[in-house]
């Protein structure tokens, strides 16, 4: 079956820690996308990537990094600067990029502690 | 910048209709999506409408599209319990490489 999985779909952290989530798919899909949705405030665009080895920052870049050596992969890395982590992210793929529908994957929800 | 506006929350009984609106800011959006969201999941594609479109229908889903009022509407005909959800609009921004969400309305139906 095609899709995108993301792990874990909880995770926990303790302030001051990095901690790296996964997204995998395997649609074969060029362009990868991370959001962060909270309570009210629909989803934000976390990076975005358009091709292998190259990304764009979105609205909420700061506190965030992210690799894309694979096309099947686009980890996301929540870093100690974040300030507020705890989140739902969601990770999203599409086939040609730009305002093409986009698929998304079941989400992980990260708790920082 | 983007500005894709929807009303928080939505109750409706089982059997009625929903309708949930959606304002956006461009007008030169090629398409428009309407996304579901059931708890603790991820976004599933719910439909699309074309801009040159002013009326989709699927099953029971209409959307209607006004241009002139940037004004997006997703009517959910007999409205079962398993429609409970939190459902997005989205536009892709000119000239971006990503679509732009609405804050989602999240639907409540009551048996």
């Known amino acids: 079956d095609g899709g995108i999985t993301q792990s874990p779909k909880y995770l926990f952290r303790k302030e001051g820690q990095n901690v790296t989530l996964s997204c995998e798919q395997n649609?074969?899909?060029?362009?990868m996308y991370w959001y962060r949705q909270d309570p009210g405030q629909g989803l934000r665009l976390i990076y975005y990537?358009?091709?292998?080895?190259?990304?764009q920052k979105g609205d909420i870049a700061e506190g965030y990094s992210v690799s894309r050596e694979k096309k099947e992969s686009f980890p996301l890395t929540v870093t100690s600067a974040q300030k507020n982590p705890t989140a739902f992210y969601l990770c999203?793929?599409?086939?040609?990029?730009?305002?093409?529908?986009?698929?998304f994957g079941p989400g992980t929800r990260l708790t920082v502690l | 910048g983007e500005d894709v506006e929807q009303s928080l929350f939505l109750s409706v009984r089982e059997g009625d209709s929903s309708v949930i609106n959606c304002t956006y800011t461009d007008s030169s959006s090629t398409y428009l999506y309407w996304y579901k969201q059931e708890p603790g999941a991820g976004l599933q594609l719910l439909t699309y409408?074309?801009?040159?479109?002013d009326m989709k229908q699927d099953q029971r889903l209409t959307v209607l599209l006004n241009k002139k009022d940037k004004h997006l509407s997703l009517r959910i005909a007999d409205t079962q319990t398993g429609d409970s959800a939190i459902y997005f609009c989205a536009e892709p921004p000119p000239g971006a490489n990503n679509l732009f969400f609405g804050t989602g309305t999240r639907l409540t139906v009551i048996p």
């Open positions: 999203a793929s599409t086939a040609l990029g730009g305002g093409d529908q986009q698929f």
């Open positions: 409408i074309f801009s040159n479109m």
């Open positions: 649609l074969n899909h060029d362009a």
């Open positions: 990537s358009q091709i292998v080895n190259d990304f």
